[in-house]
């Protein structure tokens, strides 16, 4: 199983950029990292997918650096409604299947 | 959108119950996935289904079991609940077994935050 970690908590301001690192070990090439989001009483939310060096979207880049030991989730932006519990999950080949880690979540603040 | 629904928000049951959580999918989805979350340990496995009627052990299986009669529907059973299995209970469904993909992902029901006394 892979180990995952990221940082227990983040503050940061309205309109910054605010990056979540979540550093992890045997990853492959085509491995997956995806990045979740999380407001209380509800179930997590995909954000954004890959497993390339760079992954964008609408609300969010993913990057993945060539060794592959970590994956940084970039929020462009923040707001105030950004403030959530940001999980990254990384998918590994198993054979046919593959194994599904979750880190144990980032509690992003932001603050007017 | 894809919708995930799970039977309660909010359960509570005494010790020695069986106890059961359904989700319904309406996706038409092969894949379906049961976790238990709790603080500072996030998500965690504990079942998966990639077909009706098939089942797979996750990280933490002990204590729970698993039904998937329809493709739609995904149970997680506790036989005998114990205290420690209080916990929010999450089920999530994919349209791929491998997931990755450029689209493909898992989506999450709203949860059931389950209370064993």
């Known amino acids: 199983l892979a180990k995952t970690t990221q940082p227990i908590s983040m503050d940061s301001y309205e309109g910054q950029e605010v990056n979540i690192t979540c550093s992890h070990n045997n990853i492959a090439t085509n491995d997956y990292i995806t990045w979740y989001q999380q407001f209380p009483s509800q179930g997590p939310r995909f954000i954004i997918q890959g497993y390339k060096t760079k992954v964008t979207n609408e609300v969010a880049s993913l990057f993945i650096p060539a060794d592959r030991k970590s994956s940084t989730l970039s929020l462009p932006r923040v707001s105030l409604s950004d403030t959530a519990v940001y999980y990254c999950l990384v998918a590994i080949s198993s054979g046919s299947a593959r194994q599904l880690t979750f880190g144990s979540g980032t509690q992003l603040t932001v603050l007017p | 959108d894809v919708k995930v629904t799970q039977s309660s928000r909010y359960l509570v049951k005494r010790t020695g119950e069986k106890v059961f959580l359904e989700c319904v999918q309406d996706?038409?989805?092969?894949?379906m996935f049961w976790y238990r979350q709790d603080p500072g340990l996030g998500l965690r496995l504990i079942y998966f289904s990639y077909d009706v009627k098939m089942k797979e052990k996750g990280d933490i299986p002990e204590g729970y079991s698993v039904s998937r009669e329809k493709k739609e529907r995904f149970s997680l059973i506790l036989e005998s609940a114990s205290t420690n299995q209080t916990s929010m209970y999450l089920c999530?469904?994919?349209?791929?077994?491998?997931?990755?993909?450029?689209?493909?992902?898992?989506?999450f029901g709203p949860g059931t935050r389950l209370t064993v006394l």
């Open positions: 996706m038409d989805h092969e894949n």
């Open positions: 999530a469904s994919s349209s791929s077994y491998l997931l990755g993909g450029d689209t493909d992902t898992q989506y």
